[in-house]
């Protein structure tokens, strides 16, 4: 049992490492970005672009691939025909991607318009052309979410790690062409080459490897296959329905806010995301690659105590301090000050609710491997419809325009806080959590009240960050004490013993 636990522990080190090389270059990519674009139409363009290429993609990666594909491939290899089952998805998801693109670059303008209708006539010109560029990766980054599936189901990683790496130095890369040549079109062929690149390695490694076999591949498996996926994948369909209409209507009415919003969201998002690349899918995977234990109540208390130890001070850190985080990491070059403004009410609503996604994304993990498929969909499916309605709600209010991006991540918050709600009703584990969270209200009070003190007393932005930064320690330091004492305890034995 304890050589278990270590390979998971491995395991789940192995997938941070790789979230956190692929963070570090997302977020230089980030800076770069809004340096050489800011939030301008470009930069609205292209990730209003990304959004309608990945759209019609959502139920074939995301959330529903890991949940379907890892279990569907451990099955497999009991069964002893991994290496053709894999081969035989592969050819079928990748051929629905191919259709799916074909239907994109047909339906291109109408997509513009659906998608950003609140642009420009040139800012949707831009777009259509980077969707054109953009939608010839849609078949390699489909495959891929395959091909990775189906490496964590052996235990691997590697696909998983170099994903993300992959594809932010390639868009480095583009940015830096930018630059130098003034043509944006480069931003979109980096964004294709990468996928493509990427998809055609890890297809001939894992063929080499004996992992992955077209032997005695045919039309009848492949369909087979495609059922398959598909029957398992009915409970879970509802989920990138109600994932890609919660993006398309916000990134609708961030079109309408004024140009600059629609990257401003992503901008902020950069530094709210780090909590989920580099701790929820990690350790999600990790549970899910990993047999359901015995004592679910326990597992889950492990999990939520350490995560509510990190993240509920940090949410409240964010918050407080989000003009001050925004102007040290983007403001330079192109990100001038209506991009700051913007972007920092953005984290200040997303931060509201980063402690309780970061500990929902993970728990949904233990539903899906439990085989709890349906009530993990109508979970996340619930939190995304309560972001819709209130990011719609919130769009009649008269200062909707002045603080729109405020309000589009108080969406996002709201969604956090529903999906971790629904998962404790379903796991049934109430109380505990909510005796837990109880006691990270106290350090988290005190991170309010501190910034808003410094606040008071400090007016430059690096001594306010400094002094937050102090602040936070001091309040992480006291909720591990309230919700980890066993780790002081350990602490204080070891330090007994050597003396």
Sequence with gaps: MS?????????TAILISGALTSKLLGFG????????????????????????????????????????????HRDALKDGNGPQRLGAMTVAITGIAVILMVGL?????????????????????????????MALGMPASAMINVLAAGEIALGRTRLTN??????NIAVLMGIALVAVSGNFHTLAWSFSIAFNALGAWGLYTMWREGVLSFKGLSLSSVLASGREFFRRLRPLLALPVAEQANVWIERLLASRVGTGAVASLDYARTLTESALLLISQPVGLAVLS??????????IEAIARPILALAVPASVFLAMFAPEIVRLVFLRGAFNEQALF?????????????????????????????GRNFAAAAIIVSAYLVNIVVNLLTSYLPTAHEWGT??????????????????????????????LMFLACFPAALMALLSWQIHEVLTGPWQRLFAGGFAYLVCLALSVAMLM?????AAFARVRGRL
Excluded at 3 to 11: E, I
Excluded at 117 to 130: K, N, Q, V
Excluded at 162 to 167: E, G, H, P, V
Aim: proline residues 4%.
């Design 29 to 72: 990519r980030e800076i770069l970005m809004a340096q050489v674009l800011g939030a301008s139409l470009v930069a609205d363009g292209f990730r209003g672009a990304i959004t309608a290429v990945m759209l019609p993609l959502a139920f074939l990666q995301n959330e529903t691939v890991p949940a379907v594909m890892i279990p569907m």
């Design 290 to 299: 990993s047999h359901p234990p015995k004592d679910v109540g326990a597992q």
């Design 162 to 167: 170099i994903r993300a790496s992959i594809l």
């Design 406 to 435: 405020l309000l589009l991540g108080l969406g996002e918050a709201a969604r956090g806080i529903v999906l971790l709600a629904g998962v404790m009703i379903v796991l049934g584990s109430r109380r505990k959590l909510l005796y």
């Design 485 to 489: 004492p066993g780790v002081y305890i």
């Design 342 to 370: 913007l972007t920092s009410q953005a984290l200040r609503g997303i931060a509201l609710g980063l402690w309780a996604a970061t500990l929902g994304w993970i728990l949904i993990r233990i539903l899906n491997g439990a």
């Design 105 to 133: 670059q047909a339906l291109g303008e109408r997509a513009v318009d659906a998608l950003v209708g609140g642009f420009s006539a040139e800012g949707r010109s831009l777009t259509l052309d980077f969707i054109r560029i």
């Design 3 to 11: 050589g278990a636990r270590h390979s998971t522990r491995k395991f």
